[in-house]
């Protein structure tokens, strides 16, 4: 059944009924859908609009449907416009001419406008539990790896010596803001359009105040044209998805690194790895690969809907059928991606040993000898000259700056003395930067006590 057609003397074409219907796709949001209809029958009986007896013949008639999708008894029938009308037309089919009431006071673009906010309301708490699952094992590997050193990287070249756990918060961080970002866009997005109508709002006296409160709304929405246009909700919750996405990408990218055969700071499980169809001695890091892969696909769905919304005059267009697919396909990306980045991450093994020689041997302690210089008398531009001397010292002989003798220190600079070696070991370089964000012992260990409040935080409140 068509939701419309007075006003037409012939069938539409089916090339044209398959081109605009989204029945194929909107299906997804049918609970969302009965949900705001259960709402807005209650609120039409609570206005005289609708007696308590046609309210309950409907919302039986709803909850009816609605088991009956979930069970499967009830399949999707092509033959319908869109969920709303796929649901309109068996709810009339069951309860008979109390179902033709079900529509009245509220137009498609409100509905279709409110079902889009409490799908994506709802999608929202999904991914922010899969985050806060993510930050739960990057909070326990950051206890793990306290003591496990590392180069860090600055133009993906040694810079200076950190702890995986410092590296591993950087990304809390990251994931954190993500997190916060999205209760920030579920706060803002938080209005009801039911009621809004078309786009001028309805003469029959709707409640919409009360409509918002059994939706769990904060308040109706305040324009009836801005309540049935607006898809900022959805362009702000897509940038929040590409930002997940962009930092799952960095991450992949450095696990990438880390488990090819020049780094071997991590093993990949091998549940999370697959082989190659000719090389029998590969173990390929195809979920970080394809995680990485799938950003663009996501950043793809926020642009798209960007152009489709840039031209459009008010109120509603046909155009913002368009926010549906894209959106659904994003949401499901980052959900699956998430789950499969966690499972990974929690399952690979790192090599603390590899790792550490790699940072003492990667010169990432230089800065440090410098430093030692600046203390013992030293002009720091001295300094960074006599310690450049030296690393070009070690790279004649193929050693590390720990390995250097005393007197091949001294022949290059008098200040050293036998206190250099214990100056520039892995631990000294990084336990003495203890300013709030450094990866010394101190600092870090205020940080994990912050990440506890906060983790603490989410846990009260999901």
């Given at each position: 059944?068509?939701?419309?057609?007075?006003?037409?003397?012939?069938?539409?074409?089916?090339?044209?009924f398959?081109?605009?219907?989204?029945?194929?796709f909107?299906?997804?949001?049918?609970?969302?859908?009965?949900?705001?209809?259960?709402?807005?029958?209650?609120?039409?009986?609570?206005?005289g609009?609708?007696?308590?007896?046609?309210?309950?013949?409907?919302?039986?008639?709803?909850?009816?449907?609605?088991?009956?999708?979930?069970?499967?008894?009830?399949?999707?029938?092509?033959?319908?416009?869109?969920?709303?009308?796929?649901?309109?037309?068996?709810?009339?089919?069951r309860?008979?001419?109390?179902?033709?009431?079900?529509?009245?006071?509220?137009?498609?673009?409100?509905?279709?406008?409110?079902?889009?906010?409490?799908?994506?309301?709802?999608?929202?708490?999904?991914?922010?539990?899969?985050?806060?699952?993510?930050?739960?094992?990057?909070?326990?590997?950051?206890?793990?790896?306290?003591?496990?050193?590392?180069?860090?990287?600055?133009?993906?070249?040694?810079?200076?010596?950190?702890?995986?756990?410092?590296?591993?918060?950087?990304?809390?961080?990251?994931?954190?803001?993500?997190?916060?970002?999205?209760?920030?866009?579920?706060?803002?997005?938080?209005?009801?359009?039911?009621?809004?109508?078309?786009?001028?709002?309805?003469?029959?006296?709707?409640?919409?105040?009360?409509?918002?409160?059994?939706?769990?709304?904060?308040?109706?929405?305040?324009?009836?044209?801005?309540s049935?246009?607006?898809r900022?909700?959805?362009?702000?919750?897509?940038?929040?998805?590409?930002?997940?996405?962009?930092?799952?990408?960095?991450?992949?990218?450095e696990?990438?690194?880390?488990?090819?055969?020049?780094?071997?700071?991590?093993?990949?499980?091998?549940?999370?790895?697959?082989?190659?169809?000719?090389?029998?001695?590969?173990?390929?890091?195809?979920?970080?690969?394809?995680?990485?892969?799938?950003?663009?696909?996501?950043?793809?769905?926020?642009?798209?809907?960007?152009?489709?919304m840039?031209?459009?005059?008010?109120?509603?267009?046909?155009?913002?059928?368009?926010?549906k697919?894209?959106?659904?396909?994003?949401?499901?990306?980052?959900?699956?991606?998430?789950?499969?980045?966690?499972?990974?991450?929690?399952t690979?093994?790192f090599?603390?040993?590899?790792?550490?020689?790699s940072?003492?041997?990667?010169?990432?302690?230089?800065?440090?000898?410098?430093?030692?210089?600046?203390?013992?008398?030293?002009?720091?531009?001295?300094?960074?000259?006599?310690?450049?001397q030296?690393?070009?010292?070690?790279?004649q002989?193929?050693?590390?700056?720990?390995?250097?003798?005393?007197?091949?220190?001294?022949?290059v600079?008098?200040?050293?003395?036998a206190?250099?070696?214990?100056?520039?070991?892995?631990?000294?370089?990084?336990?003495r930067?203890?300013t709030?964000?450094?990866?010394?012992?101190?600092a870090?260990?205020?940080?994990?006590?912050?990440n506890?409040?906060?983790?603490?935080?989410?846990?009260?409140?999901?």
């Amino acid at each position: 059944m068509k939701l419309w057609g007075g006003r037409f003397t012939k069938e539409v074409n089916q090339l044209v009924f398959n081109f605009n219907a989204s029945l194929s796709f909107d299906r997804k949001l049918y609970h969302q859908d009965i949900e705001g209809s259960i709402a807005h029958v209650t609120m039409l009986a609570k206005q005289g609009i609708l007696t308590e007896s046609e309210r309950d013949a409907i919302v039986d008639g709803l909850h009816g449907i609605l088991a009956d999708i979930e069970s499967g008894a009830l399949p999707f029938d092509e033959t319908c416009e869109d969920i709303h009308s796929f649901v309109e037309t068996h709810l009339i089919e069951r309860i008979g001419d109390a179902g033709k009431k079900l529509h009245t006071g509220r137009s498609r673009n409100d509905q279709v406008a409110l079902d889009m906010k409490l799908y994506t309301r709802d999608e929202i708490e999904e991914v922010k539990s899969l985050i806060r699952e993510l930050l739960l094992s990057l909070h326990s590997l950051m206890k793990k790896h306290l003591d496990t050193y590392m180069p860090g990287f600055t133009h993906l070249q040694k810079a200076q010596p950190v702890i995986l756990s410092h590296h591993l918060g950087a990304y809390f961080e990251m994931f954190k803001r993500d997190y916060l970002r999205l209760c920030d866009t579920k706060e803002r997005m938080n209005t009801c359009p039911l009621g809004a109508g078309a786009l001028a709002g309805t003469t029959y006296p709707l409640d919409r105040d009360y409509t918002a409160k059994l939706l769990n709304f904060a308040e109706p929405t305040h324009n009836s044209m801005d309540s049935v246009s607006d898809r900022d909700y959805l362009l702000e919750f897509l940038s929040n998805l590409s930002i997940i996405m962009m930092h799952l990408s960095r991450f992949c990218e450095e696990i990438i690194l880390w488990n090819s055969n020049e780094y071997r700071f991590v093993e990949l499980d091998d549940a999370y790895s697959t082989g190659s169809s000719i090389m029998p001695q590969k173990k390929n890091p195809d979920i970080a690969e394809l995680i990485r892969g799938k950003t663009g696909r996501v950043y793809g769905a926020l642009i798209s809907l960007l152009t489709t919304m840039k031209g459009l005059p008010l109120a509603y267009n046909k155009d913002m059928q368009e926010d549906k697919e894209l959106t659904f396909d994003a949401i499901d990306t980052v959900k699956g991606c998430l789950s499969l980045f966690n499972g990974m991450l929690t399952t690979m093994r790192f090599s603390p040993q590899t790792m550490a020689e790699s940072a003492k041997n990667g010169f990432t302690n230089a800065t440090d000898a410098a430093d030692y210089l600046v203390n013992h008398g030293v002009p720091f531009r001295d300094a960074h000259g006599i310690i450049g001397q030296l690393v070009l010292l070690c790279i004649q002989k193929n050693c590390s700056l720990d390995d250097l003798t005393l007197e091949e220190y001294q022949a290059v600079c008098p200040a050293f003395e036998a206190d250099i070696y214990e100056a520039i070991s892995m631990k000294t370089c990084v336990d003495r930067r203890n300013t709030i964000g450094a990866p010394g012992q101190e600092a870090m260990k205020k940080v994990l006590e912050g990440n506890e409040a906060f983790l603490q935080t989410l846990e009260q409140t999901a």
